[in-house]
């Protein structure tokens, strides 16, 4: 790897002196899908330049894509790994319980989304007052659908049916048999079975909406009520005038009563209304078709969001705060496990409480929810901790005080 890292480094140089700009790799960082190369430029030399000249160094490189970034006071070139990592949610979440055993792995209804630039574990705590709505844009292949179902999983490990309640939203647009949610049928937090049905939406959000309004006036934002909508575009589309407005008060007032969204677009102009900051402060950004659609949601000219790598490639973009990762994933048969797993966890408490409480009736299984170095040149591998095959599922997680955390990063 050192050799291709040394060799990749002198053939950056040298197309960027043949293009008349003085710069200079002063090594850099293995991520799963990419090696960033720390950017030193020459006296008087702009940023813009280099940028002007990334298609053109992706073809001499052999790669897809080369993209300029801003990481921290420097900058540096991000290109794509001939031998890409995939990153597995569950072991990293795992290595995640070992590291923080004391005070547990995530904070409550946070979500552990991947690794960085860095390898660093990113995580995003979804109540947090600076987060509050979650939108997640990009094309067909960008993993959407994959990281709403890693958000998921971690929040079913980290947290009780009686701390995160979840409602998920797969409606119409596609011609499909089934939800990309239907895997998670059975889970103890779903409020209901994960929904398909556009008249069945309707019903669902109005109850949102009484829920938020009673809560309001109860004062109160527990359990927390997250709602994962695959492709809002879809669910407007199928909405009447009331719907909309709905929804629109929903995502713009719910976090007073402890009701989050979740939601990924594949086209940014069918969201136009609901597409304000204070509505959707935090965003996954992932592969987009136009510089001009990166820049309408990042709000950055030079995000360069139109290059990413989709399948898990993304930016996240908080309060004007941009950083690259890789979306961690689960896959099919994991779903499967954690599911039964928490089903059957939830079964056996309910029967303890059961037992406790002679005479006390319950619905269902639950009682309380209706639901390296050269030339000074330094290489570095980030924490590569959740790439490769995954590993059995960790633990449920033991009752715990709730946790706090701002920041989106989570360093090692």
């Not at 070139?77 to 795992?94: F, H, K, M, W």
């Not at 079913?156 to 119409?172: F, H, K, R, S, T």
């Not at 709905?246 to 086209?267: E, K, M, N």
Request: aromatic share 4%.
């Amino acid at each position: 790897m050192n050799e291709l890292l040394e060799q990749q480094a002198s053939a950056i140089e040298a197309f960027l002196a043949h293009a008349g700009v003085e710069a200079r790799i002063e090594g850099g960082t293995l991520s799963p899908r990419l090696i960033s190369y720390n950017l030193s430029l020459g006296p008087g030399v702009r940023s813009g330049r280099v940028a002007a000249l990334t298609s053109q160094l992706a073809a001499a490189l052999a790669v897809g894509s080369v993209r300029l970034a801003r990481h921290g006071d420097s900058l540096a070139l991000e290109v794509p790994r001939a031998d890409p990592s995939t990153v597995r949610l569950l072991p990293l979440y795992q290595q995640l319980s070992i590291e923080d055993s004391d005070e547990g792995a995530v904070p409550t209804a946070t979500a552990l989304l991947g690794l960085d630039y860095e390898g660093t574990p990113l995580l995003l705590r979804l109540v947090s007052p600076e987060v509050a709505n979650l939108l997640i844009m990009g094309q067909a292949g960008s993993g959407k659908s994959s990281v709403m179902s890693a958000m998921i999983a971690c929040l079913a490990l980290a947290n009780g049916p009686d701390e995160v309640q979840i409602m998920l939203l797969d409606v119409g647009g596609r011609k499909k048999r089934t939800s990309v949610f239907a895997a998670w049928d059975g889970l103890p937090h779903l409020i209901c079975p994960p929904i398909s049905d556009q008249v069945e939406a309707n019903h669902r959000l109005a109850w949102l909406a009484r829920q938020m309004e009673w809560r309001t006036e109860e004062g109160t934002e527990t359990p927390t009520i997250l709602v994962f909508i695959d492709e809002l575009p879809d669910l407007l589309a199928g909405a009447d005038e009331n719907l909309e407005r709905l929804l629109l008060r929903l995502i713009a007032r719910g976090r007073t009563g402890g009701i989050h969204f979740v939601c990924g677009a594949s086209q940014p102009s069918a969201i136009k209304p609901l597409l304000t900051e204070t509505n959707f402060p935090a965003r996954l950004i992932g592969r987009l078709a136009s510089a001009e659609e990166a820049e309408a949601l990042t709000g950055a000219r030079a995000s360069q969001a139109e290059r990413l790598l989709g399948r898990g490639d993304f930016l996240i973009s908080l309060h004007g705060e941009m950083t690259r990762l890789q979306t961690a994933s689960v896959n099919d048969k994991e779903i499967a496990q954690l599911v039964g797993l928490m089903a059957q966890i939830a079964a056996e408490r309910a029967e303890e409480e059961a037992r406790k409480r002679p005479g006390a009736t319950r619905r269902g299984n639950l009682t309380s929810i209706p639901v390296q170095e050269r030339s000074g040149r330094n290489w570095q591998t980030g924490g590569g901790g959740g790439m490769g095959a995954a590993s059995p599922l960790p633990a449920a997680p033991a009752p715990r005080s709730k946790g706090i955390l701002d920041s989106f990063r989570r360093k090692n």
